[in-house]
């Protein structure tokens, strides 16, 4: 009886809280969808490299890198679907676009984050939504112009992570400037320190826009 | 010769007339709790009683187990068995976490439950007594002979003595003479001892074997252990490494 | 923010009402005995603090020796945000068996004699000094934390060379003091239920602590998300629940081989309290955890990870519980149950714990990786290139 007493104790003081928190308009964290985007469960692969236009760059062989778009861009945009990416045999520079495509229909791009010539793509991720962000669904491999260059403009995989949780304290301030109350809008979850997943792709044209520029052209 | 002391309790001899217990509690400087000494319980004033089963009187009171479960399990050594026989308890070295209580398989311990800086109180075969060479306060007391004191292997001797003289009597076996390997009180009665509140499921092993055994196996656990541990660190140490230096090799040759 | 303000005050009205009653309690116990707040009797001496406060406690602490073998000894790094979270917990949760022991012993103030007064017989000796020992070995796991929060680098460096012998030295101290608290209960084969009485009780309390542990370092995770905003590491727990369920399975094969190969399976069929209690501690401690742990996509799922790590916690519960009190309610016909002031006392120290623990986090580097040494480890691999 007194195990009986224990364990049922222990069950109503969780269900309590429960809804205590339902009375705040708060969710307990087993109960919030499994999308959503927040900040410590942001995952950066080792021995990876991060532009600051969120395109990672894995190391092939001595000028030629893997890149690909990271967990950030596809989390904060959801159903990122890429339609064109830059062409085979093609020398790009820093700053041109390298995909583009569209986020939950808006239109966006990303961008070159070195210069180099790329000798392969991954037609694979045409059309249809990115979900293995770091393996499968790379996007092209480049042979950049300038070892020296890479270190200059990308992270470490360790560095990169508390990078992008900076990124994530920026995203939500563009998101409170860009929607006068994001809450009405169901972009941030109800506990204000997450964000839904794909926020930023359900709002109009233009934000995705400005987010683009904001974020992907470094 | 052993120079083990013992009580023996006949309980077919046994009137109900209260003498021992009236005298335990006075040796024992007891408070008066109860004026009839067969509708009294075992309590931290009361180290024995006489139990009335439907006509038969039974005593109750400590064992004095050959291997007391209860010095076994003290974690400070409070409890001890003398070499008189008599298991006996130091109020000094107590930390009061009642384990004796808990293991004891005849449920003798009692505890000063109000007592702010209680002790553990049962039946001490009034050690002092028989270290004087005298015998116990109850026995001394006993006008019908019941509880009789002496040295163990002689009490031993003589119940079984009684037992192959008037089987009729007798249930056919001394209670004390195996149970968890044996008491210093030896109890004889003419019906089955579980019919007189005996605990009657007790292995014939002494208890402080079972968890002996256990006990027994911590020097292999922590010296394999150390080893297995040990062994995983370097070995998963090493496979992270050669890991780590593949994947630095297959970089420099690309 | 006046969201922010209300569950603090919901939470902080019902720990203040506990502290105070706890408090009350305690004033009688230390100068009443243990009369006038327990119902602990002659017949029934080893009550909730020892099956709850004790037991239980220990058991769910075992998350901190785990994750501890899993990150230093079996160096899968990827578990490391989880360990000091962990440590932290079961640190506390030590500090408060200890408490809970003062207030159960009748004599507290001699709790120092099992330091050297030795009986080496006794289990209970094993377990205090094996409870002792582990303390002191969390605290120097714990104390990176505190060093790198004042920047004590100097004594940093000298915890982190001798990191690996403590941290060994803590699993092989848990594994002794988690299975012995099985085998306190060995010396009692009369007294208690057959269903529970078994010479492997050591072994049923070590593995069973360890389905727990991770079961609890799951269910904590989870504590921290809803408490400090923070994340849930999913891939991270995902794994974790699979290992409980692996464990938990161990327990119920080796548990009803021993009924079967023992000839008490027939003791099941039996209708009474003890039948009901064991069925109900086998069904929410190994069936419902196995049967929702297993399945990964249940693993994934936030929702089903949670509850499967809260049925392994209750399941837990009533494991210790029952073997400590209703295996041994049948010889002892005590019918035992808790006092309020028991209880109250209980619920005081675990309150207490919780808010040590918030306060930690609020102070300390709790949610923080072990920076320094990974920051190390890369500079190594850049100047290799």
Not at chain 2, 80 to 86: D, F, L, V, Y
Not at chain 2, 193 to 201: P, Y
Not at chain 3, 140 to 156: D, H
Request: overall charge neutral; aromatic content about 12%.
């Amino acid at each position: 009886m007194v195990a009986l007493f224990v364990a049922l104790t222990f069950i109503i003081f969780l269900v309590i809280d429960f809804f205590v928190l339902r009375s705040q308009k708060k969710v307990h964290p087993a109960f919030m969808p499994n999308s959503v985007f927040d900040k410590s469960s942001i995952y950066f692969p080792g021995k990876y490299l991060l532009s600051k236009g969120h395109i990672w760059l894995q190391a092939l062989k001595n000028d030629t890198y893997k890149l690909g778009l990271d967990e950030f861009v596809v989390r904060a945009m959801n159903n990122i679907v890429i339609n064109t990416i830059a062409e085979e045999g093609t020398k790009i520079k820093k700053g041109d676009v390298l995909f583009s495509g569209t986020a939950g229909g808006h239109p966006v791009a990303f961008y070159a984050p070195v210069g180099g010539t790329v000798s392969q793509i991954n037609t694979n991720i045409l059309n249809k939504n990115i979900e293995d962000i770091y393996n499968e669904d790379w996007g092209v491999i480049l042979q950049v112009e300038s070892q020296a260059k890479i270190q200059e403009i990308a992270f470490e995989a360790v560095k990169a992570k508390a990078w992008m949780q900076s990124e994530f304290k920026r995203l939500k301030d563009f998101l409170t400037i860009q929607t006068a109350e994001p809450e009405l809008a169901g972009l941030t979850m109800a506990d204000g320190g997450n964000i839904a997943e794909g926020a930023v792709s359900m709002l109009s044209d233009k934000v995705v826009a400005a987010f683009e520029n904001d974020f992907l052209k470094q | 010769m052993s120079t083990q002391k013992g009580l023996l309790f006949d309980s077919t001899m046994c009137v109900g007339c209260g003498e021992c217990y009236r005298a335990c509690k006075t040796t024992n400087k007891l408070p008066e709790t109860n004026s009839d000494p067969l509708k009294d319980h075992l309590s931290c004033s009361t180290y024995t009683v006489i139990e009335d089963h439907q006509g038969k009187y039974t005593r109750k009171l400590c064992m004095h187990c050959a291997e007391p479960t209860c010095a076994s399990v003290c974690p400070v050594g409070a409890l001890t068995k003398t070499s008189e026989g008599p298991v006996v308890y130091d109020e000094n070295k107590c930390i009061g976490c009642r384990y004796c209580m808990q293991a004891c398989p005849h449920s003798i311990p009692r505890y000063e439950w109000t007592s702010n800086n209680p002790r553990v109180r049962k039946c001490i075969m009034c050690h002092e007594r028989v270290k004087a060479g005298m015998q116990t306060a109850c026995a001394e007391a006993c006008p019908a002979g019941a509880t009789i004191f002496g040295n163990l292997d002689e009490l031993k001797a003589e119940a079984l003595k009684r037992i192959k003289e008037s089987p009729s009597t007798y249930y056919p076996h001394v209670y004390g003479m195996k149970e968890g390997g044996g008491t210093n009180v030896l109890v004889l009665a003419s019906t089955p001892f579980d019919q007189l509140g005996f605990v009657t499921n007790l292995p014939d092993e002494a208890l402080p074997n079972f968890t002996k055994r256990a006990l027994e196996k911590i020097p292999t656990v922590v010296s394999a252990g150390t080893v297995f541990l040990g062994g995983m660190y370097w070995l998963t140490k090493r496979k992270n490494e050669i890991a780590k230096e593949n994947a630095q090799a297959k970089e420099r040759k690309n | 923010m006046k969201a922010a303000f209300l569950r603090l005050t919901f939470w902080k009205v019902i720990a203040v009402a506990i502290i105070t009653f706890g408090l009350y309690s305690t004033f009688l116990r230390f100068t009443q005995g243990l009369a006038s707040v327990t119902n602990l009797s002659d017949s029934f001496p080893w009550g909730m603090w020892i099956g709850f406060d004790i037991l239980c406690g220990v058991c769910l602490a075992a998350g901190g020796f785990l994750i501890c073998a899993i990150t230093h000894i079996f160096n899968i790094e990827e578990f490391k945000p989880l360990t000091r979270s962990a440590i932290l917990t079961a640190f506390l949760g030590y500090v408060m068996v200890v408490f809970a022991l003062l207030f159960d012993l009748g004599r507290p103030l001699n709790i120092w004699h099992a330091l050297i007064m030795w009986n080496p017989h006794s289990v209970m000796f094993e377990v205090a000094w094996c409870v002792m020992l582990y303390s002191s070995v969390l605290f120097l796991e714990f104390s990176p934390v505190i060093l790198e929060r004042f920047q004590l680098t100097r004594l940093l460096k000298i915890v982190k060379r001798v990191s690996l012998p403590i941290m060994i030295l803590g699993v092989l101290l848990s594994t002794l003091h988690q299975s012995s608290l099985g085998s306190l209960f060995l010396i009692v084969p009369a007294k208690m239920h057959p269903l529970w009485y078994s010479p492997l009780l050591p072994v049923y309390f070590y593995l069973s602590a360890i389905g727990t542990g991770f079961g609890m370092i799951i269910f904590e995770s989870y504590l921290s998300a809803r408490s400090f905003n923070k994340g849930l590491e999913m891939p991270l727990l995902s794994r974790i629940g699979l290992f409980a369920a692996i464990f938990v399975a161990a327990v119920f094969v080796i548990r009803f081989s021993d009924l079967a190969l023992t000839g008490k399976l027939h003791y099941l069929l039996i209708p009474c309290q003890e039948t009901y209690m064991f069925a109900l501690e086998i069904v929410i401690g190994m069936i419902i955890p196995f049967a929702i742990l297993i399945q990964k996509r249940n693993r994934q799922s936030r929702k089903w990870l949670y509850f499967g790590s809260v049925s392994l916690i209750v399941g837990a519960l009533l494991n210790r519980l029952n073997v400590s009190i209703t295996a041994l309610n049948g010889f002892s016909k005590a019918n035992y149950f808790p006092s309020v002031n028991e209880i109250a006392i209980t619920m005081m120290l675990v309150v207490i714990g919780m808010i040590a623990f918030k306060y930690a986090v609020q102070y300390l580097p709790v949610f923080a990786e072990e920076e320094h040494t990974e920051v190390l480890d890369t500079n190594v691999v850049v100047e290799n290139e």
